[in-house]
């Protein structure tokens, strides 16, 4: 299985991006994906999650109204809209399937 993350950079406090996770290899359309984030010092991190069908999300408290996941199961795609950033948000994100993780992708929330 591959997991491909993209979409991470510099962004100043207050802006928006859109992380994309692409799977391959994988059953995709089956299995819940999550979205975790590290940052340095700071233990892995789960901050939102999707089921299968797309029917239900869940959030971390910290990002709670500002981060949305979706997902495309015919692109095999996982998502994550980030919105209002802080420089709390810094940190490499992954996405994640059962033992599967990718690479991650850096976000730098600074000014």
């Known amino acids: 299985a591959q997991f491909v993350e993209s979409g991470g950079g510099l962004v100043q406090p207050g802006g928006s991006l859109r992380l994309s996770c692409t799977v391959s290899g994988f059953d995709f359309n089956s299995f819940t994906m999550n979205w975790y984030r590290q940052a340095p010092g700071k233990e892995r991190e789960r901050v939102a999650w999707?089921?299968?069908?797309?029917?239900?999300?869940n959030y971390a408290d910290s990002v709670k109204g500002r981060f949305f996941i979706s997902r495309n199961n015919d692109r095999k795609t996982v998502y994550l809209q980030m919105n209002d950033l802080k420089p709390d948000d810094t940190a490499v994100y992954y996405c994640?399937?059962?033992?599967?993780w990718g690479r991650g992708t850096q976000v730098t929330v600074s000014s």
């Open positions: 999707i089921t299968s069908g797309g029917s239900v999300e």
């Open positions: 994640n399937s059962l033992t599967y």
